[in-house]
């Protein structure tokens, strides 16, 4: 048995009253740990043997070439759910560069026999097939807002907490472990007309995050926003390892929109994302209301730039009377980052305008030879914010980004895979897949500071906007810095 984590989180988890359940699964591929009940495999089958025989039946009764109509669109969606169910594992991130410098621990304040689990908190607007503490999240938008805490696995079992902080600050690819997702308790469920402040749930959560802040050595609450073709247990883990990177010593919420977790599903989740800003945007108002984060930073991958841009835009409308200080002063904003963002170029600019002023920093980074955004541009018929053209802008916007860039603490970020090692020329999962961009993301969230006392390099376009880039000693400079900390 393991020691259990003093963390607030982790006591919240380790005293639930469910335990954690296996779900078995007819697909042979590598698929992380399910988080619902289901029946024992012995059952599934006999329930498939059952279906199986009265689908022949019904057959004999079918005409032929409604059959073979019938039989295309099944192999349509079994291989859509083939190829969500077969989609990698998460395994555990390169450790940023800054943690392989040899200059700093990040878990030297933990107990040697910590735990390999990461707890995580976490809100959705998913709906749910069944009401219960452990519900099974559906792939449809809702209006209700649900807030819990996640415990995401680290490894097989076998794996302990030495040989994962040696792992964690090395940069060898080698033996990297898989994370999985254990188990998820739902404490609130907020309709569209609850009150949170005269709710005994709500009001216990938002007290479970802030004596998380209060341990925390960032007083800061962050919350990251997953892209397209996401299922729960990805999101999860992309949040969770994200956690552990910060030497666990910052508090992640992990928003979990509806997205379908599939390839072939693109068109729906763009739907999912739009539906899902006026939930994001409720968020961190209960979040600004009720915790006592210094400040609530977003960071925001893919399509998850959707929600966040359009929802601080829909936050940056001031109350009755509120003058923009007192808007600043309540909302709390600090550093909004967004990965890869697949938002047309025209809504960005035009949602940040709304909301810059609001904010203490607001970073894209953006790899223009990006695949998946180049898809997403045809299939949009707009360039990405991601992988952005000036053509898609009116004048008067190129010319708010040129001085946003130089005035407004607004920082264009050019991930290029020509000065970057070990970064693929199309990537589009560079914040959490190479260890200088995210050595970079973390020196952003866990520092505050302008990209030049992190280490990046400063450039102009010809039209007069500034940008950021890695230089060929960006590793060298890191290690400098970390002494100065």
Known sequence: MGVRHPHPLARRLDHGDNPTRALPFPVECP???AFIAIPPRRRFLTMNRARRMSLLDACALV???RLQ???WTAMAVTVSVLLAACSSPVQLMPTP????TGQVDPFAHKAAADTTAIPLLYATNRAVFLESRQPF???FPSDTLRLGVAKVQIG????DWDQLRQLSTSDSQRGRPVLSLERMEELVALGPQSDAESSPEAQAYFALINDALAVSRHRDLIIYVHGFNNAVWRGTAQAAQFHHFTGRQAVVLVFLWPSAASLLAYATDVRAARQSVPAFARLIELLARNTNAEHINVLAFSAGARIASEGLATLAQPKNGETREALRARLRLGQIYFAAPDEDTYRFVTDLRQYIDLTERVSLGANLDDRALRFAARHQRASRAGRPSADDLTEEQVQFINAASQQLNFDMIWVDPRAIPDLNRREHSFWFGNAWVSSDVLMQFLWHKAPAER????GYTQQGMRFWTFPPDYDQRVKALM???
Not at 97 to 100: D, E, I, P, S
Not at 156 to 159: F, I, R, S, V
Not at 455 to 458: D, M, N
């Open 97 to 100: 560069v800054k943690f392989t």
């Open 455 to 458: 280490g990046l390099q400063e």
């Open 69 to 71: 109509r019938t039989a």
């Open 137 to 139: 999240y559906s792939i």
């Open 156 to 159: 097989d079992g076998t794996l």
């Open 63 to 65: 005409p032929l070439d």
């Open 483 to 485: 002494l100065t900390r």
């Open 31 to 33: 698929r992380p740990r």
